[in-house]
């Protein structure tokens, strides 16, 4: 096994249910989180459920017998997903379920779309400057001798109470279980999984020439009916562009090697 196996691993489970995900939001990825606690905190589980000689179906049956009746049959189902695939380390388990718990977190912020989670990666980074401005601040927040409950108490009142339920949770959750990090830090890698979603918001169009403001428009107009969302146009140009157009939105990318979809898109913005 590789690392990129775990990545791998990861990619593929969020495809598989981010829809459950999404629709359990900030109240699955609390569940989500308490897991992972029991998962850091329990060595033999964590090495049980990454063990490759272990087969999926004894997996299940391990995450059925200690969550089955403790989480929501939507956390359950992640869970046994995540149970079910091949990792390179027993951290990355862990890893990965803080990732998808933070992709939970952040569905309530895209079904406002980009804007919505640009509003979320906004309240991370501010509070991360807040942080990172005072040193008693940062003492603070990493005091052994201060309780999970305090250091969580002030992590809310620099986020202020205007935050969406979803920044909360992820402050709260990069304080009190940093995982090894700095808080600042934890709180920069669950930004990083906001960055990833807001990505699946821009189409980032590489053109051969200047388009003027009408074939703009086309474009974002035919971009958003071929792939449902409401998304936010990247434009560049490079003149050495073979083929006139290159479209990417997230991993998903147009290119000469699916001249079909471009020539619809070309004749689109000509019309």
Do not use: C, Y
Not at 84 to 99: H, I, N, P
């Amino acid at each position: 096994m590789t690392a990129g196996a775990s990545r791998d691993s990861l990619a593929a489970s969020l495809q598989e249910v981010g829809p459950v995900l999404d629709e359990g939001g900030v109240a699955l990825a609390r569940e989500l989180f308490a897991v992972l606690d029991v998962v850091d905190e329990q060595g033999p589980l964590r090495r049980a459920l990454t063990d490759p000689a272990w087969s999926t179906e004894r997996r299940h049956g391990l995450v059925d017998s200690l969550f089955g009746t403790r989480v929501s049959p939507g956390a359950l189902r992640v869970l046994k997903d995540l149970a079910g695939r091949r990792w390179s380390a027993e951290r990355d388990l862990g890893d990965s379920m803080e990732a998808v718990a933070a992709h939970a977190a952040t569905g309530e912020a895209a079904r406002s779309g980009h804007a919505g989670l640009a509003s979320l990666s906004g309240e991370l980074l501010a509070f991360n400057r807040l942080a990172e401005e005072s040193n008693d601040v940062q003492r603070a927040l990493t005091d052994p001798r201060a309780s999970r409950e305090d250091r969580g108490a002030l992590a809310a009142r620099l986020l202020g109470g205007s935050a969406s339920e979803a920044g909360r949770l992820l402050v709260e959750r990069a304080v009190t279980a940093p995982r090894g990090l700095k808080p600042v830090s934890a709180v920069r890698r669950l930004a990083d999984v906001v960055a990833e979603r807001q990505r699946q918001w821009i189409a980032q169009v590489t053109v051969a020439r200047v388009l003027d403001l009408g074939q703009q428009e086309r474009l974002i107009a035919g971009l958003r009916r071929a792939f449902g969302r409401d998304l936010v146009l990247d434009l560049v140009v490079d003149p050495a562009l073979v083929g006139g157009i290159r479209v990417q939105v997230g991993d998903d990318v147009i290119d000469g090697s699916m001249s079909s979809r471009l020539t619809d898109l070309q004749r689109r913005m000509a019309a």
